[in-house]
């Protein structure tokens, strides 16, 4: 079945530090690939997608590519803030296949200042 | 305004209890969705509605029953509540059928089961 794996934390970083979350996935047919972020105490926000190989996707600084050859969808900031301190989750969604958003374990990011 | 919101935002309650949790989205959305995030904030899908009508039912104790009496609310009652039933439940909703992609998420409700 689909199912994704990303690296697991707990990550601690130090401001303007450069940040990388590994992801990568197992999916039958062609996923579209998400970046979701929980901050403390909410719900999950959608941060970024991809919906096809070699699509970026970016958004408040942080960028991830879809990359078929690879099956990853690693998530990237060139340089963190404090605010950025969240629980990160990548996901897939396959039409035609489980038709259900599968989540990666999360990773907890805390950013110092 | 609130796009999707749940209550109560924190449940405490005794093992044997039955329980509710309510969701209710604003966005005009076909489909919602009920998640359980467990300690180790691992998150899996339970269930999924579109226009009132059950589509993905994980396995999940049939102590847990969505019911959904329009398409902008998506309840879940529990029937004899166990320990392991302690986490954070999120109601997600997506605009149109179970299809489309990107999900917009509540704030959760945190139930707690002593």
């Known amino acids: 079945g689909d199912s994704v794996t990303q690296m697991e934390g707990p990550v601690t970083l130090s401001e303007e530090a450069f940040l990388t979350i590994n992801c990568t996935y197992t999916?039958?047919?062609?996923?579209?690939l998400f970046w979701y972020v929980q901050y403390p105490g909410e719900g999950l926000q959608l941060l970024l997608k991809a919906t096809k190989a070699d699509d970026k996707g970016s958004n408040k600084g942080f960028e991830a590519t879809y990359r078929k050859e690879t099956t990853s969808f690693h998530l990237e900031k060139g340089s963190v803030q404090v605010s950025d301190s969240a629980v990160y989750f990548c996901a897939l969604f396959t039409q035609g296949g489980s038709e259900k958003l599968v989540f990666g374990k999360g990773m907890k990011l805390t950013v110092n200042p | 305004d609130t796009a999707v919101s749940q209550t109560p935002k924190y449940l405490v309650t005794q093992m044997g209890n039955d329980k509710s949790i309510k969701c209710e989205q604003n966005?005009?959305?076909?489909?919602m969705y009920w998640y359980k995030q467990d300690s180790k904030k691992f998150l899996k899908i339970m269930f999924s509605?579109?226009?009132?009508?059950?589509?993905i039912n994980e396995t999940v104790p049939n102590r847990f029953s969505p019911k959904s009496p329009d398409k902008a609310h998506l309840n879940l009652h529990i029937n004899s509540l166990e320990l392991g039933d302690s986490a954070v439940y999120f109601c997600a909703s997506s605009l149109a059928g179970p299809r489309t992609d990107t999900q917009y998420f509540g704030p959760g409700t945190r139930l707690t089961v002593l």
């Open positions: 999916a039958t047919g062609y996923p579209s």
């Open positions: 509605y579109n226009n009132k009508e059950l589509i």
């Open positions: 966005l005009g959305h076909d489909t």
